[in-house]
């Protein structure tokens, strides 16, 4: 006869009944989720604990019998809120799937357009209205030529209000003012000598489109009309953007308006020091009057967030129509969301 | 549901009878037969059942200390018997079989008397959480390493809180380590479908964002315990976590975070059974489940990112007259400055920069001789710049290609020009570039450079090159070298020496030298 040990494990089940509950993959926002559990007839009472997964308190929601076997919660729409829902369900007293200190999380998934909107309101704060306004001096420098100066320069007021409609692709509407002097060398001298005259308009009106074909990819689409020392004209301009405006990004655009000129401008922003955005920009550019040489300006942006909302800004940089003639450039901004 | 779980000993004694267990050891192993340190002198005789068992040393779930019991290897009967050894033909168990493992024969014995049983002192009492893990503790004695890995997997499973579960987890851990030992670790011990399992698996999930599981046990008595396997699509290997039992009919789990990123995540479950065999219950490695997870948006890739900005200011002076020992004014020289601003993508783009830079000089003539009213024509461009760069894994080299749209302005008024480069390998680290610039009223610079790391902290760049700047003038050659130290967080500095020549006679040295910032 052996040695015997002899170890008996008897595993057995308390009263409660099993209730089989096969978790949803997943929910989509804003629509009701159905939570289903199979259980007998007999089973005690069914409810579903369910919250916003981030909040505390859980709201009950007591199963319906759907057939023989077949138990339903309906969780209301407005509980079915992204990051995800939280739940566990109970039969009488007791848990019977997940439980209050770890409840079961379902991700709820938004669809493209809703989860799209929801990075542009995280993005803006939830602001969608925009006052901006930015001011701008530009020199070319001073020429003297037979004794004659020939000041070059021009100034330039932009103020303009943008709504946020996040309707895709169009992002937002934009409706802005103009105002835009200067004194540069004209083509319409008395005599053989140059001489300079006023260039600009006083007053220009536009309206902007923010296009949005893909989340990040701007196209901004803008139509001008003002009334120059010639009469009236239109301008147009357009900017493609790769990346937040107001953050990191690189754009590119042109800019054209009867008798005034063009430009067109390159320009890298980054945000990546913090509440301190920047950009550089090259910009080729004929401003004030479309008869001048061409010429660049290269220019330097730093914005501070000054107030909640409330962003204020410089621009310094250079200018030349010439290599020896040359002047500054600079200018304030301000921005304000709300 | 609650589980109730008895653990009953019926008998801890042994039955007393004619027979006797004498107990040696291994002592050596040659092909298919094993000698064992038992003989005739201990009543070892051949034919009697030979038994080996692999010592094992554990640590009491409870009191830590430590236990020893140990593991069944196989069995075989003696076929020799000598005084004081023996010998067995064991057959292919012998590759199973150490030196040093128990050696049990049986030999018969007359019957001996019972000794009064001495149960000592009786066992305190204790809690249930300790009475459950002293149940699993027992329930696995000489039970095989797979049985027991289950009990404690399953124990683990259903106890994640337990106050036991560090003591349990080390002991699981020593576990796993002598079954590797035994036999060499797969990725899934068992391919054979053991146990099925309800779930509904997400399509698609957040990038960042910690996907819970859930799963439904068709046939919980058959399952000890759970593993969730998980990878991100691409992959070669899997993670693994044990799922937690819950209500005894489901297992959960949560792919962390971590993983879920672009193109996916993928997953499987395998399961243990309370015998040890293991197998899957959904899914498989070959075909594993897959979740989808978005790229990251443009905006994402744009998003504010440390080290991927930076800005660097360089000065560089060539000098083609230096050792010209010429008669007469042979003026030829140039200056350049610029600043650039590089934003750093990691994608196909891996960079866009733009920048603003100077030109200056005169000359540019390999046998001018300049005299008052024959001024050396001198030439100067101002000029602003935008650039981009895109690249990519040729096999396993980086390669990529850059170039550069400049305007600006010279004493003629407005110009353009541009820049094309190409470079095979790391711009950080070892490369070669071949450079192609062009600029209106300066003139052209084509360019080879080879750039390394031979250390962290330095960078070295030697270039050679052809250009009729700075007034597109002669052509000449210009060798350059270039350190960069890379002393100082975030900032690096640069020294460039350059030779420059438009012919033998006029020749002459040049350098320079930036810093550049990176945050």
């Known amino acids: 006869m052996k040695p015997i040990i002899l170890v008996l494990c008897l595993a057995g089940t308390a009263a409660a009944e099993s209730v089989r509950h096969v978790a949803p993959a997943d929910a989509v926002a804003g629509a009701e989720l159905d939570l289903v559990a199979e259980a007998s007839a007999s089973a005690p009472q069914l409810a579903a604990h369910v919250r916003i997964a981030g909040t505390a308190q859980f709201s009950t929601i007591e199963l319906v019998r759907r057939d023989d076997a077949h138990w339903v919660a309906v969780v209301p729409a407005t509980t079915v809120l992204p990051p995800g829902v939280e739940y566990y369900l109970t039969s009488g007293d007791e848990a019977v799937f997940a439980t209050p200190e770890w409840p079961h999380t379902l991700a709820v998934r938004l669809d493209s357009d809703a989860e799209r909107k929801s990075h542009d309101i995280a993005r803006s704060r939830a602001r969608r209205s925009r006052i901006h306004a930015q001011g701008d001096w530009v020199d070319f420098g001073t020429r003297t030529v037979n004794g004659t100066k020939l000041t070059d320069n021009y100034y330039r007021v932009d103020a303009d209000f943008a709504y946020r409609l996040w309707a895709y692709p169009l992002e937002e509407i934009r409706v802005g003012y103009t105002r835009l002097l200067g004194t540069t060398q004209s083509m319409d001298c008395a005599g053989a000598a140059p001489c300079t005259g006023d260039a600009g308009f006083k007053v220009g009106g536009w309206f902007e489109l923010g296009l949005a074909p893909l989340e990040g990819v701007h196209l901004d689409t803008r139509v001008m009309v003002m009334a120059t020392s010639i009469g009236f004209g239109v301008g147009a301009r357009g900017e493609i953007r790769l990346g937040d405006r107001d953050g990191s990004h690189i754009a590119i655009g042109t800019e054209v308006m009867k008798d005034i000129g063009a430009d067109g401008f390159f320009r890298l922003g980054w945000g990546t020091v913090p509440r301190f955005p920047m950009s550089a920009t090259v910009e080729i550019t004929n401003l004030p009057a479309s008869t001048r040489d061409t010429g660049i300006r290269l220019y330097y942006d730093i914005a501070n967030e000054v107030a909640p909302g409330v962003r204020i800004g410089l621009r310094i940089g250079y200018a030349a129509r010439f290599e020896q003639v040359a002047g500054i450039t600079g200018g304030l901004g301000a921005t304000v969301d709300f | ?519």
């Open chain 2, 1 to 519: 549901m609650r589980a109730l779980v008895l653990v009953i000993v019926l008998a801890a004694a042994p039955a007393y009878a004619d027979d006797e267990i004498v107990r040696g050891a291994v002592v050596r192993i040659e092909a298919k037969e094993l000698y064992i340190s038992l003989g005739a002198g201990r009543g070892v005789t051949p034919g009697a059942a030979l038994r080996i068992k692999r010592p094992l040393a554990l640590k009491h779930p409870v009191t830590r200390e430590i236990v020893h019991d140990w593991l069944p290897v196989g069995s075989a009967k003696i076929t020799q018997a000598g005084a004081e050894m023996s010998r067995a033909v064991v057959g292919d168990l012998a590759l199973e079989i150490k030196v040093g493992d128990i050696a049990e024969v049986l030999v018969d014995r007359p019957d001996a008397a019972r000794p009064a049983p001495d149960r000592g002192p009786a066992a305190p009492p204790v809690d249930p959480a300790t009475a459950e893990v002293l149940g699993v503790f027992a329930a696995q004695t000489n039970q095989s390493i797979d049985v027991r890995i289950a009990a404690w997997e399953r124990y683990l499973s259903q106890h994640p809180g337990s106050k036991f579960g560090a003591g349990v987890r080390r002991d699981l851990d020593e576990l796993r380590g002598l079954r590797d030992q035994l036999q060499p670790p797969s990725a899934v011990e068992g391919t054979s479908r053991v146990a099925i399992v309800a779930h509904e698996a997400p399509q698609t999930a957040r990038p960042g964002a910690a996907i819970a599981l859930a799963f439904v046990l068709d046939h919980p008595d058959r399952v000890a315990s759970a593993y969730l396997h998980f990878r991100p699509i691409g992959a070669p290997t899997y993670r693994a976590v044990l799922l937690a039992r819950e209500h005894e009919l489901y297992l959960r789990g949560t792919i962390p975070g971590d993983v879920v990123a672009a193109p996916g995540v993928e997953y499987f479950v395998e399961v243990s059974a309370p015998d040890g065999r293991s197998g899957l219950a959904l899914a498989a490695p070959q075909t594993p489940i897959a979740v989808e997870v978005a790229a990251p948006t443009l905006l994402d890739r744009f998003a504010a990112q440390p080290q991927r900005s930076s800005v660097r200011m360089m000065f560089d002076s060539l000098d083609f007259r230096t050792f010209d020992t010429r008669s007469g004014d042979r003026t030829d020289h140039m200056y350049q400055a610029t600043i650039d601003f590089t934003y750093w993508l990691g994608t196909t783009v891996e960079s866009v920069g733009v920048g603003a830079g100077v030109y200056a000089g005169a000359g540019g003539l390999r046998d001018g001789v300049f005299t008052p009213g024959n001024e050396a024509p001198d030439a100067a461009f101002h000029y602003g710049y935008a650039d981009i760069e895109l690249g990519g894994h040729l096999e396993r080299t980086h390669a990529s290609v850059g170039g550069q749209l400049i305007a600006g302005v010279g004493h003629e008024g407005f110009g353009m020009g541009a820049e094309g480069r190409i470079r095979l390998g790391d711009r950080t680290g070892t490369n070669l570039m071949f450079r192609g610039r062009t600029v209106d009223q300066v003139g052209f610079l084509s360019e080879i450079r080879f750039g390394t790391r031979p250390a962290q902290a330095l960078g070295v760049g030697i270039s050679v090159g052809a250009t009729d700047q700075p007034a597109q003038g002669d052509t000449g050659v210009v060798f350059g070298t270039e350190l960069e130290l890379f002393a100082i967080r975030n900032v690096s500095i640069v020294a460039r020496g350059s030779y420059a020549a438009r012919s033998v006679a006029h020749a002459g040295l040049g350098g320079g030298g930036g810093v550049a910032f990176t945050w």
